[in-house]
């Protein structure tokens, strides 16, 4: 059973920035795509961001883009979120997933295996 542990959340201000990072055990790791989601409440999971098993290819929502950045480090078991210029809109719960897929970057809840509980991050004005 895979086990996924986000830390880093955290209250900051809009124009701020903050990095999550995500710990995993008990699979293999370096076979998994990796990805960011968030829920804000009352609102639906959303997708944020993947990254492909071997780090080579990746994904963002559009809404996203140009301000965060997914990493990951295989020896480590690590996936990280570079969050920069955070909006009061990026404030929500986010959660980190594994998926078994063979496609590189799978970007739908469905298709993720494995569920971390998600580390709260909200966005001040």
């Known amino acids: 059973q895979v086990q996924l542990v986000e830390s880093g959340g955290d209250l900051v201000q809009a124009g701020g920035f903050l990095r999550l990072s995500c710990a995993a055990s008990g699979g293999t790791f370096s076979r998994y795509a990796m990805a960011w989601f968030r829920q804000a409440p009352g609102k639906e999971r959303e997708f944020v961001s993947v990254?492909?098993?071997?780090?080579?290819?990746?994904t963002y929502t559009e809404s996203v883009k140009g301000r965060f950045t997914i990493s990951r480090d295989n020896n480590k078991n690590m996936v990280w979120l570079q969050m920069n210029s955070l909006k009061r809109e990026d404030t929500a719960a986010y959660l980190c997933a594994a998926s078994k897929t063979n496609y590189n970057t799978p970007t739908r809840d469905f298709e993720f295996d494995y569920w971390g509980q998600g580390t709260q991050v909200t966005v001040s004005s």
């Open positions: 990254i492909s098993w071997n780090g080579l290819r990746t």
